[in-house]
DNA sequence: TCTGGGGTCCTAGGACCC
DNA sequence: TCTGGGGTCCTAGGACCC
């Protein structure tokens, strides 16, 4: 049995942490704003002046740039000072996580009293299925997509209703279409897509648009020749199996086509938790030990409390290095009983810990707990035992500090 | 003065069991 | 003595996304 025809939708806000700082400081508006490195002092107007990214100095990324900030070449991931040698005189707002998580409760809810079916892509992005809101016109004789149009137009305004703030929509058979169009009239557009508006609107982008192709594959796709979709297209899969294995080549083919079959999925369990911290300066093993232990026992914590506020307990412990030269590093441990607790979870890094050379100085320390179960959940049949991993041995070049004690203990 | 933090999914090898 | 598979779990790394 054929699948029955679709409509997605995919609602992406727009500029959505730089928008909700302009709600609350509207005489920004206009200017060229940068929220970003969460660690800067909280912006106040002082002196007649906002703080100016050109005053930065840190480490920390552009987390979102208003539309006046891109057109200077400012986006978001990039380094703050790099931004910063763009456009020295645009304001930098440190991240509000709290206000933004609560204006992103209040859309989602305002996109659910007119379709319900909802599947959340991060703190400023949605799709839709809007397959029965759709079916429900045509029995009137109503052009499907018009109705569709109206409703997406509705879902517009009531989340500007509730929140001030404004969202682009793709009308689309699929998620990856919608996806594609809610980005081509950003900000404030809404966008329909058919499969027959593919080889006109969809072939001429650069492959980097799809969802799922990232730096890597766009750059192995460009150095075979392929740049824009179509020409991705028009690819014989069989070659790109050759080039990016079966599961890829054969997924990047349909793509190309307009292809995606991905329900929209309402609900989910988490995966994993994980805290991590980039250091203002990078930390030595050995000379920053006290400091070092002292965070980690603090990540340690947070995911604990993390996973109880949340209700989840979990049995794969691990840690995560990246080195002052950026090499990054993850070990991990699963234990019996999944667990919730700071030092069971400290006392299991640790022993991860061991399992590094620490040879250079960390920029980076995160834990992550995985393998999750609900925390009221019957306890799981303990795991048949494994024995505990050997700790490796330190290479032959490996520095004294793989022989002492790394982090101080609590025991 | 390069390069955040929180996630998911995939791959691949080895252990271990039947 | 050598030769098999399949399935699951564990671990490490990497690509990608928001």
Known sequence: MPPASRLIAHLDMDAFYASVELLRRPELRGRAVVVGGSRARAARFEDGHWPRLGDYAGRGVVTTATYEARARGIHSGMGLMKAAALAPDAVLLPADFDEYRRLSRAFKEAVAELAPAIEDRGIDEIYIDLS??????????????????????????????????????????????????????????????????????????????????????????DALGVQTIGDLAACAPDWLVEHFGRTQGLWMHRSAHGLDDRP??????????????????????????????????RLCEQVAADLQRKGWVGRTIGIKLRFDDFRTVTRDLTIELPTADAALIRRAGGLC???????????????????????????????????????????????????????????
């Open 264 to 297: 929209v999925v309402t609900h989910s369990d988490p995966v994993s938790m994980s805290r991590e911290t980039t250091f203002e300066r990078d930390l030595h093993p050995r000379h920053d030990r006290e400091q070092l232990g002292a965070l980690f026992t």
């Open 353 to 411: 810990l061991k399992r590094v050379s620490l040879n250079r100085r960390l920029r980076l320390l995160g834990v992550r707990v995985g393998t999750l179960s609900r925390a009221d959940a019957q306890p799981p049949r303990p795991r048949p035992k494994r024995p505990l991993p050997v700790p490796s041995p330190a290479p032959a070049d490996a520095p004294l500090t793989q022989t002492l004690p790394l982090f101080p203990d609590e025991s």
């Open 132 to 221: 029965a809101e759709a079916r429900a016109h045509e029995p009137l004789g109503h052009d499907p997509l018009g109705g569709a149009r109206a409703l997406a137009q509705d879902i517009r305004n009531n989340v500007r209703a509730a929140t001030g703030l404004s969202c682009s929509i793709g009308l689309a058979p699929n998620k990856l279409l919608a996806k594609i169009g809610s980005d081509l009239e950003k900000p404030g557009g809404l966008t329909v897509l058919t499969a027959a508006d593919v080889p006109q609107r969809i072939w001429p982008l650069p492959v980097r648009r799809i969802n799922g192709i990232g730096p890597k594959a766009g750059a192995r796709l």
